[in-house]
C-alpha cells in the first residue's frame, strides 16, 4: 500500500513520499494494535506484550520453516540486485546512464525487504536494531560492496540475535529477558554514536 502511495503519475516511486506512507500506515497499525490490546482479556494481553517486545519464545519447527522459506525469497531478490545497487551509490541518475533500471530496482528491493521482514515480525514480533547495527559495522570493517554486505548482514544478523537471546535467556534465570530489550539496550547507544560520528558528513552533504 505505502508502495502504491509513493508513486507518481508517471509511475516513478519517489523515496520521500513512500517513508512518509510508511509512517502514515506504521500509526495506522499502531492504532490497530492498542484497539487489540483494549479487547485483549488477560491472557491475549500478556501474549500481546511479549510479541511487542520482541523474542524467540515462541518458535517452533513449523514457523521457522514457513518464516525461513519466504524470508529466503526476499534475500534472494535483494542479493540477485546487488550489482545493480552498487550502480546505485554513484546516484540515480549516473545509475540509469550505466544501464540500471531505477524504478523495477526500487520496486524488486522495495519487494524483497518487505517481504523480509513482515515475516519476521509476524514470528517474533518487534526486535528493533539487528538491521541497523550489523550492516553498518560491515560497511565500516568491510566497505560497501553489496555482493559481499548482503550475505555478511544475513549471517551477522543470525549470529547477534542468536546470541542475544541466549544473554536473555541466562541473564535473569528463571525468568527469560525479551530479546528486543535487550537489542534496544545495544542498538539505541549505536545509533546515537553513529549520528554524532556522521554529523558532520550529513550537515555538510
Known sequence: MAWKLSQSSEG??????????????????????GLMTF?????????????????????????LMVTGMFGAIGVFLQIRKAHALNLMTFGESDAYHMGVEIESLKRQVIFGATLSVAVAVAASGGIGFIGLVVPHLLRMFGGAEHRFLMWASAMGGSILLITADLIARTAVAPAELPVGILTA?????????????????????
Open 185 to 205: 539496550l545495544i542498538g539505541a547507544p549505536f545509533l546515537t554514536w553513529l549520528l554524532l560520528r556522521n554529523k558532520e558528513k550529513v550537515l555538510y552533504a
Open 12 to 33: 516513478r516511486i519517489l523515496v520521500a513520499t513512500l517513508l512518509l506512507a510508511g509512517i502514515a500506515l506504521n500509526s495506522f497499525a499502531g492504532a490497530g494494535i
Open 39 to 63: 479487547v485483549a482479556d488477560e491472557q491475549q494481553l500478556r501474549s500481546l506484550t511479549f510479541w511487542m517486545l520482541g523474542g524467540l519464545g515462541g518458535a517452533t519447527w513449523k514457523l
